[in-house]
């Protein structure tokens, strides 16, 4: 006998949090439209695949802020056999269109008799009162099994939406698909899981408003915290961006060496040479941590960073072309740059300093230096500063320092390099698993190009006293001010 009969007929209580149940054909994308939505690159948490029947059970994916959930939305099996579902549905309610308590019945009957496994497993949370998007690939024809799917999901009478995941370039039956859709869904909308962008991810949580009226509350608010959180990236960002710039200006690579060692030539060179070399290591190194940190902001695991692509190739500072491309003027980096050849005059030539031989057999060809951010024969030339007169135990020694680049070019290169990147990182949907290296090409047009030209001035200025070793600390917070602006304006494409 049942002492407490009211724990079987009562409702189960309905959740605090709206709950969306992603549905569709197998392999239409359902996964990868979850895994883009809610950042999730890792194949243990949200499995993609190109092979159908990818996911077998419903997967809760919460969208969280602050550890709180605040939608639910559950990845579901594709529709296996909806043809002969939608038959079996008919044939259990019998006269007229079937309605959610014929598909429950579906539901429990095939339950029982361990038919229609996928099909019981994706209504269930509609039966439970979900709402549901209904992801579609348009690259496939409207074929009857789609109508079938889409039948039994409009029986069900919950709020729903269609979105199409444009996988391919084939989209010719958009159009059909489009004709159909209205007279089953509630809403229609285009989400590409491999090119979603965060204002493609933000569209759709606002769509969700229109299917979820009762919850609108909660998803504004879950709107205003994504909103919240994409600016604090940002300031993260430019953050990392103020820090690699300060660094790899601030940068010095110095060896105290033996008179004896400076006097002759292929010593001299050979020191030289590694220093050069442990210098442009030392910047590569820097925007190697910058990477890292952004693809940590921005959530990406998966990412591998191509090295040997990511550097620059044979990049010659000096050239017209050079200048050109991060979008300035011989005028305005003169004007940005100003002070930096005077540095307190202490930026000799080492030709200049009391040696025999000349710039050109010093800042000799340069080769095993492929590990370093310019890549190529020619590295561009340090900056040299030499002190003599330092006491060794083998007698007198010189202090000989590198860096930064004499060409003001430099961290501009540096700062477009890292903002290609930022781009590339702060856009990469997490549901595209395929491609996983970085390689920012130095086709890419660049941003700085872009700034204006009251931006560039700032930032030149700030840049010259970072390369002059006393970074001016009263800009910063300008400095992190514009770039924050500038990080916004790149996400958008400038075009606003
Ligand atoms: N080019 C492109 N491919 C996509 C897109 N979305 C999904 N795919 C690919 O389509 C295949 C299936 O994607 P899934 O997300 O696993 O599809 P699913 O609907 O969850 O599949 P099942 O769980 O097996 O039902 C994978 O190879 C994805 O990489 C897209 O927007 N563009
Ligand atoms: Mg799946």
């Given at each position: ?31 990868s ?6 950042e ?5 948490v ?49 006269h007229?269109p079937?309605?959610?308590?014929s598909?429950k ?5 095939s ?15 509609l ?20 109508i ?5 999901l409009?029986w069900?009478?919950?709020r729903?939406m ?5 996988k391919?370039?084939?989209e010719e039956?958009l159009?059909?698909?489009r ?9 229609v ?20 408003l ?17 909103d ?6 940002r ?16 940068l ?27 210098y ?6 820097l925007?190697k ?18 090295w ?10 000096e050239?017209a ?35 025999t031989?000349g710039?050109?057999t ?18 561009p030339?340090?900056?040299v500063d030499?002190t ?55 086709d890419?047009?660049?941003y700085v ?11 030149g ?36």
């Amino acid at each position: 006998m049942d002492d407490n009969p009211t724990e079987h007929t009562a409702n189960p209580a309905p959740p605090k949090v709206p709950v969306f149940a992603v549905v569709g054909k197998v392999n239409a994308g359902k996964s990868s439209v979850l895994a883009t939505l809610l950042e999730v690159d890792d194949d243990r948490v949200i499995r993609i695949s190109a092979t159908p029947g990818e996911t077998t059970h419903c997967q809760v994916l919460p969208l969280e802020f602050d550890g709180e959930e605040r939608i639910r939305f559950i990845d579901t099996p594709g529709f296996s056999r909806p043809l002969e579902a939608m038959r079996e549905i008919q044939r259990i309610h019998g006269h007229g269109p079937p309605n959610l308590e014929s598909v429950k019945k579906f539901v429990e009957e095939s339950t029982l008799v361990g038919n229609f496994e996928d099909e019981c497993l994706l209504l269930d949370p509609l039966l439970d009162g979900a709402g549901l998007l209904y992801i579609i690939d348009p690259s496939k024809p409207l074929r009857d099994e789609f109508i079938a799917e889409m039948e039994i999901l409009r029986w069900t009478g919950r709020r729903r939406m269609a979105l199409l995941n444009a996988k391919g370039a084939s989209e010719e039956h958009l159009q059909s698909w489009r004709d159909r859709l209205g007279s089953y869904f509630n809403l229609v909308r285009t989400f590409n899981a491999h090119h979603a962008r965060f204002d493609e991810r933000r569209r759709l949580l606002k769509s969700l408003l229109e299917i979820d009226e009762e919850h609108a509350s909660v998803i504004k608010s879950t709107i205003r915290s994504l909103d919240d959180e994409w600016q604090q990236r940002r300031e993260e960002s430019a953050e990392v961006l103020v820090e690699a710039l300060e660094a790899a200006m601030m940068l010095r690579e110095s060896r105290v060496l033996e008179e004896r060692v400076m006097e002759v030539d292929h010593r001299r060179e050979r020191v030289h040479q590694e220093m050069v070399t442990a210098y442009y290591q030392g910047v590569t190194k820097l925007v190697k941590k910058s990477v890292d940190e952004l693809l940590k902001i921005y959530r990406h695991h998966l990412i591998k960073v191509d090295w040997e692509e990511f550097g620059f190739e044979d990049i010659d500072l000096e050239a017209a072309e050079t200048w050109s491309k991060w979008g300035l003027s011989r005028g305005q980096l003169a004007m940005a740059g100003g002070a930096a050849g005077a540095a307190a005059g202490v930026a000799v030539d080492v030709g200049s300093g009391g040696l025999t031989h000349g710039a050109g057999t010093l800042f000799g060809t340069l080769v095993g230096a492929a590990a370093a951010f310019f890549k190529g024969d020619e590295l561009p030339d340090l900056k040299v500063d030499m002190t003599g007169g330092v006491k060794l135990k083998g007698g007198e020694g010189r202090k000989l320092e590198l860096g930064p680049p004499k060409n003001e070019n430099f961290p501009w290169v540096l700062l477009d390099r890292l903002l290609v990147t930022f781009r590339e990182v702060s856009g990469r949907a997490h549901g595209k698993r395929d491609q996983e290296v970085l390689t920012a090409s130095d086709d890419e047009q660049g941003y700085v190009r872009f700034m204006s030209a009251e931006d560039r001035r700032i930032l030149g200025k700030w840049l010259t006293s970072c390369g002059q070793g006393e970074p001016d600390r009263g800009m910063e917070p300008d400095i992190f001010r514009l770039l924050v602006e500038n990080l916004k304006l790149i996400e958008q494409g400038y075009d606003d």
